[in-house]
C-alpha cells in the first residue's frame, strides 16, 4: 500500500509558481501572462508561439501568390487549388492528432509536426509548375494540426473556470501568425530579398521561405526540451510512475465521434475558423483583384485580418468564462451564437461595400467576430465529454479545415461577391444549431439542464481505462 501510496502521489514538481486545483490533477486556476514558470506558464506560452510558428509557415506562401501566379503561369484556379489543397491536407492529421494526445499528451506531436512542416516550406522555392507547388503547399498544410496540440495542451493545465480564456488566448495568438505571416514575408522579407537580388522578385519569393523554415525548426526543438504535458509531468513519466493509466486513441476516438454536440460545434468551427483559414488566402488577392493593390500593400492590408487575434479569439475566451460565471453553459453556449449571428451579417456588408477604406472598417469589425466566435468554441469543447477533449478537440478542429475547403471552392468557381455571400448565410445557419447543444451535466439554452461543479462532473465522468487492443 505504501508503494502504490507513493506512486500515485508522483509529480514532477513540488510545487507550483500558479495557485492550483488539487480536485482537477493540479491544474491552475489562474494565468500569469508575464510568467514563464514551468510547467503551467511554459506551456501556455510554448503552445501559441508553436501555433503562431505553425501558422506562419502555413500562410507564408499566401502573400506572394500574385508573384508566383505571374512566375509560374498559373490561372485563378490553378492558385485557388492549392490554397484549398493547403487547408484540405490538414484534416484527416488533426482527426488523428486527437486521440493521440489522449495517449501520449500534446508536446511529442506537437513537435513532430512542426518540425516535418518546416522541411517543405524551405523547398516552396523550388516548385516550377503547378503540381510540384500542389505538393509543396500540401505538406506544408499539415503544420494546421497543430491547433489540436495547442488547444490540448492548455485544456491539461487549466481549471474550467479560465480555460475558455486560456484556449482563446493561445489559440489567438497563435492564430495571430496568419497575419503576421502577411506583413513579415509580403511587406518586409520580401522587398528586402528583392533588394539583394538587385530588383529580381522571383529569386526573391524563390528564397524567402528559408527564413520561417528555420525558425520553426529552432522553436520546435525547444519545445521539446523544456516543457512538461501535464501538471504532473510528461505522459510518458506519469504512467511510468502510475499517476495516470493508459489510455486507448480508439476508444477516445470512438466517444468523440458518437456526441452529437462535437457535430455541431464541428459545423460551427467551419463557420468561423474555416472563414479565417480562407480569408487569410483570400484577403491579399481580393485586394489586389478588386482595388487594383500592389503585392506589399495588399500583403499589409490583408494582415489586418489576423492581427486582430492579438486579443479577439482571447476575448472571445474571456466573454466565454464571464457568461458561464453568471449562467453557466447556457451563457457560453449564448455569447457563442451572438459573435456567429454578429460575424455572418458582417461578411454579408463585407461583400457589398465598394470602396477600399469601408471595406478595411468592415474587415476589422467582421474578423472581430470571426475570431471571438473561434475562442467561444473552444470555451465548450472541454465540457464535452473530459475523457475525450483530445479527440473532441481533433473533430472540432477538423471541421474548420472543412469550412475552408468548401469556401475556398466556392472562391475558386464564383464571384468574391457571391462567395462571401454564401459564406455569410452558412455562419447563420450554422448560429441557429447553438439550440440543439446539450452536454451532460451542463445547462443549455432550450433544452433544459443544470450545472455541475467540475470536480462533481469530474469524479462522475471519469470511465475506467480501456486498453489498446
Known sequence: MAEIG????????????????????????EIKLLSFARPHMRAFHMSWFGFFMAFFIWFSAAPLLSEIRGDLGLTKKQIWSTSVIAVGGTILFRFIMGPLCDKFGPRLPFVGVLMFASIPTGLTGLANSFNSLLIIR???????????????????????????????TVGGWGNLGGGVTQLVVGSILFPLFKVFYDGDSEKAWRTVFVVPAVVAFSVAVCMLLFSEDAPKG??????KHGVMPEVSAAASFRAA????????????????????LTMNNAAALYFTDEFGQSTESAAAIASIFGWMNLFARGMGGVFSDLFNAKMGMKGR??????FLLGEGILVMVFANTKTMSSAIVVMIFFSLCV????GTSFGIVPYIDPPATGAISGLVGGGGNCGAVAFGM???????????????????????LSLFIKI??????????????????????VPEPEQDA
Open 410 to 432: 466556392a472562391f475558386r468557381e464564383l464571384s468574391y461577391e457571391k462567395a462571401f455571400m454564401i459564406m455569410g448565410f452558412f455562419i447563420i445557419g450554422s448560429a441557429i
Open 333 to 338: 453556449i449564448l455569447i457563442h451564437t451572438l
Open 234 to 239: 510528461n505522459y510518458g513519466e506519469m504512467k
Open 6 to 29: 507513493e506512486a500515485v502521489e508522483w509529480k514532477k514538481y513540488s510545487e507550483y509558481k500558479v495557485n492550483v486545483d488539487p480536485d482537477q490533477d493540479d491544474k491552475a486556476t
Open 257 to 276: 465521434s458518437f456526441n452529437f454536440n462535437t457535430w455541431i460545434l464541428f459545423l460551427q468551427y467551419a463557420a468561423c475558423f474555416g472563414v479565417e
Open 138 to 168: 500540401l505538406l506544408i498544410g499539415i503544420a494546421g494540426c497543430t491547433f489540436v496540440m495547442c488547444q490540448y495542451w492548455t485544456t491539461r493545465m487549466f481549471t474550467k473556470s479560465v480555460v475558455g480564456t486560456a484556449n482563446a
Open 440 to 461: 451532460k451535466g451542463c445547462s443549455s439554452l432550450i433544452l433544459g439542464g443544470e450545472d455541475v461543479s467540475p470536480s462533481a462532473k469530474t469524479t462522475l465522468e
Open 371 to 374: 475570431q471571438a466566435a473561434e
